[in-house]
């Protein structure tokens, strides 16, 4: 199927977007178009299946950064129990660490949102086509950059170290021992070549490995 080649029914989208503003306006330049029609939107990521589950869309179209649940998470989730309905992520960090993590939780594509929304509606109809459709430079750099080095305990470790938590803290909240906590702590900072753990979750959070 090509762009120019008419479908019996639109293209049935689920939008979700923290920022009212730009959920709004997203959904108005889509439904522009002959061929899309925003069927839901949410703001938050744990109202994502729910929706899909609802209104049955064709295309979910998500954002990574939002409350409850991050678009990744849901993706994960949306294969599980919605697999009809293909996930393409728009954001605005493209990061290679969120491209590969995507790509492992079943979306189909993966874009960021400085393109223009022609660009955004070819990549809706290409995905519900079979296609991956994935932005080039974030591709290029993705290969790059190669997998995470973090085990998925020490990413643990550094999202609870966010917001001054101290050793105490994070042991309590994630069931470890306040050595086991440092010794993690301890591997994130050297793996990530950085000097502190403030240092270690901010390197982590850039390349998308959070």
């Known amino acids: 199927m090509t762009d120019e080649t008419p479908r019996a029914h ?11 503003m730009m959920r709004g306006a997203l959904a108005l330049l889509l439904g522009m178009e002959d061929d899309i029609e925003v069927v839901a939107q949410v703001s938050a ?9 609802t209104h049955r869309p064709d295309i979910a179209l998500l954002d990574i950064e939002l409350p409850g649940l991050s678009g990744l998470d849901a993706a994960a989730e949306l294969r599980e129990r919605a697999p009809g309905c293909r996930v393409l992520i728009l954001t605005t960090f493209g990061r290679p660490g ?12 993966f874009l960021v949102k400085d393109g223009p ?21 974030l591709a290029a750099a ?18 609870a170290s966010a917001d001054g938590a101290t050793v105490a803290d994070i042991a309590g909240a994630l069931h470890l021992s306040e050595s086991t906590v ?14 502190n753990r403030a240092e270690a979750l901010r390197a982590a959070r850039g390349q998308g490995w959070l």
């Open 10 to 20: 639109p293209v049935r989208v689920l939008l979700a977007e923290d920022q009212g």
């Open 45 to 53: 990521g744990d109202e994502i299946v729910a929706a899909a589950l």
């Open 98 to 109: 969120y491209l590969r993590r995507a790509m492992e939780a079943g979306a189909a594509g």
């Open 117 to 137: 929304v022609e660009e955004l509606a070819g990549a809706i109809r290409r995905v519900l086509g079979g296609e991956t459709v994935v932005d080039p430079a």
């Open 142 to 159: 993705a290969l790059s950059a190669g997998p995470s080095p973090l085990t998925a305990r020490e990413c643990d470790v550094l999202r």
């Open 182 to 195: 440092r010794n993690y702590l301890s591997s994130a900072i050297g793996k990530t070549g950085t000097r």
